[in-house]
């Protein structure tokens, strides 16, 4: 386990290194011109091409992407060009209120989801079974951004019972633990959820029902074990496939929750990245689609370490 560890860790420098590389070329071939987001339109040539120079942007691109690239390894995501601020004083904040909501997200999503793919594989076939799936392929087919409009016309505006937009009172950024700040969180939290619900109750349901098939819990009720004593084994031999796919799940809610926290103005790294696309902030956009992938990077390895915890018949080389 430890040299598999030790491996996977070195995988991910090549993988973090392409990603950079990825992301670094993405943004500078994209149209527009970051120096818009500086100097007016209306600015003299040498007060551009001075501020040009000034980013390093008047440079060949393999130069500028080494420059990046060695100030990457030493914590240096560069500075906004836009507010002037380091990168990582806006990333960091937002990080943190992306986390709050994908991990109220997920837990709502993954509860009802095991929950309702549980008692479909169990009783495949029944009225229980059809509600289930129907539950599931309605959350994965509504979009997202529909769905968080809909809940704000209906919550915030016609009851007035839910805030719609901002992290806290007066639309602040700022997560606390009390009663007003969760309120801001129901709505997009609900919204974000749908989705990894509605994946979560079709594989569960998909594994439970294979696994009641199977010979070992036909020998179980043989024994005479019902009820909690099966429910115990099928939660077994099902956790390390459902562990995983919650943990894929867990990652896309961290990278795609951009238009939810758009239509909610959450302030996550959804909404910083599209306002960053608009104002065309390179560094910005480049400092926190690296962040995310080497998130998403860790989380398979954790869920990878996890599963092999919980089904040692799992051999990691």
């Known amino acids: 386990m430890f040299f598999y560890l030790i491996r996977r860790v070195l995988y991910a420098i090549p993988i973090a290194l392409a990603v950079g590389f990825v992301c670094f070329m993405l943004v500078q071939i994209a ?62 904040s937002a990080i943190s209120n992306t986390l709050t909501l994908a991990a109220f997200a997920s837990l709502i999503g993954f509860v009802i989801g095991a929950i309702l793919g549980g008692l479909a594989g169990t009783f495949r076939g029944s009225i229980i079974d059809r509600l289930a799936v129907t539950t599931a392929v309605a959350g994965v087919s509504i979009p997202h951004y529909w769905l968080g409009m809909v809940l704000v016309v209906i919550f915030s505006v016609q009851y007035n019972m839910l805030p719609a937009m901002g992290a806290g009172p007066g639309g602040s950024a700022d997560w606390v633990w009390d009663w007003e700040h969760f309120q801001h969180l129901i709505l997009p939290a609900v919204t974000l959820s749908v989705i990894p619900m509605g994946i979560v109750t079709r594989t ?25 004593g099966v429910f115990g084994h099928v939660v077994k031999n099902a956790a390390p496939n459902v562990l995983a ?31 960053a696309i608009f104002q065309r902030d390179l560094p910005v956009l480049q400092g926190t689609i690296l962040v995310l992938a080497m998130f998403f990077v860790i989380l398979n390895l954790l869920v990878d370490l996890m599963q092999t915890a919980l089904d040692p018949r799992i051999k990691r080389g």
């Open 245 to 275: 796919v919650m943990g894929l799940q867990l990652g896309y809610l961290m990278g795609g929750s951009i238009l939810v926290e758009t239509v909610f103005s959450w302030p996550g790294t959804g909404l910083l990245l599209n306002s």
């Open 31 to 92: 149209p527009g011109d970051p120096i818009n987001a500086i100097a007016p339109p209306d600015a003299p040539a040498d007060v551009v091409e001075s501020v040009r120079r000034d980013y390093g942007l008047d440079k060949p691109l393999a130069i500028q992407f080494g420059i990046w690239l060695m100030k990457v390894v030493q914590g240096d995501l560069g500075r906004s060009l836009a507010t002037g601020r380091p990168v990582w004083s806006d990333l960091s």
């Open 204 to 228: 569960v349901r998909g594994i439970v029902a294979e696994i009641m098939n199977q010979e070992f819990i036909t020998a179980l009720k043989g024994k005479g074990l019902t009820g909690w």
